[in-house]
């Protein structure tokens, strides 16, 4: 089995202590390539070093909204450049709307999303999308911006939803959440989504499965989530990874990789 964790947070502090080992369990389990998106532009240099240590570690570069207020409007001046300089970025993220959060400024949240759309479309780039009680939101931006496709992260809406998404040619970024049984709007989504709009992610070191509450997320883990995809599916594990792996190959524009 060989899956792509397509959304882990690997540079954050709650890996220090031991992310060799992270990374360890994650291959052992079948883990190939991580997909890593930015936050914040002071941490786009810890991005750029991981990479540079592991060809299975892909970056993404953004200006996350839940860190609204350490982003100085030059940032996005600043991202452009980061990417004139970082050809082997594979998208621009973590970038959306979140509208749980309080106190995020609704319009400097939505003049930082389409500006990085824009940014992504000029670069030609696919997006990695936070979206938190924003999906209307969201899908709105996009349509602004046609031709920028990528991962709708964390996808929780509705079938209708999922569906536009779905039209407007992005991917719907499935974890943790899905592993749990009360999920039921979440499987709904993933057993009538088109088999090509799945891809697999853990969010880690957010978003711990069922079983797993309270601790910390890891990308071993997307195992379980793939696991539970097929399930829903009514398909074998197997079949289920070949699926999302060549999803999240295609929508990131990734190359083949070593192992399948
Ligand atoms: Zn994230």
């Known amino acids: 089995m060989y899956l792509i964790d397509t959304h882990v947070h690997l540079d954050l502090d709650a890996f220090d202590p031991d992310r060799p080992m992270v990374l360890d369990r994650a291959r052992a389990a079948g883990v190939g390539e991580l997909v890593l998106p930015g936050v914040t532009r002071a941490?786009?240099?810890?991005?750029?070093?991981?990479?540079?240590?592991?060809?299975?570690?892909?970056?993404?570069?953004?200006?996350?909204?839940?860190?609204?207020?350490?982003?100085?409007?030059d940032d996005l001046d600043a991202l452009e450049a980061w990417l004139d300089t970082h050809p082997e970025t594979v998208a621009i993220g973590e970038i959306g709307l979140d509208g749980y959060q309080e106190g995020l400024d609704w319009d400097r949240q939505w003049r930082f999303y389409t500006r990085q759309l824009a940014i992504a479309r000029e670069?030609?780039?696919?997006?990695?999308?936070?979206?938190?009680?924003?999906?209307?939101?969201?899908?709105?931006?996009?349509?602004q911006y046609p031709g920028v496709t990528g991962i709708l992260h964390a996808f929780i809406g509705s079938p209708q939803q999922a569906q536009q998404a779905v039209d407007l040619g992005f991917a719907l970024g499935i974890g943790g959440p899905v592993t749990y049984d009360r999920a039921k709007k979440l499987h709904r989504v993933v057993r009538d989504a088109p088999l090509a709009a799945l891809v697999v992610e853990t969010d880690a070191p957010d978003q711990p499965l069922a079983g797993h509450q309270g601790e910390r997320n890891e990308p071993a883990r997307v195992t379980e989530v793939n696991t539970a995809l097929a399930t829903l599916r009514d398909m074998a594990s197997q079949d289920m990874a070949i699926i999302t792996t060549?999803?999240?190959?295609?929508?990131?524009?990734?190359?083949n990789g070593t192992a399948q």
């Open 43 to 73: 941490r786009w240099p810890d991005l750029d070093a991981l990479h540079r240590q592991d060809s299975g570690l892909h970056v993404a570069y953004g200006l996350h909204p839940l860190f609204l207020q350490d982003h100085a409007d």
């Open 123 to 143: 670069h030609d780039l696919p997006v990695i999308i936070h979206s938190r009680r924003a999906l209307d939101a969201v899908l709105k931006g996009l349509r």
């Open 246 to 255: 060549q999803n999240a190959r295609r929508i990131l524009r990734l190359p």
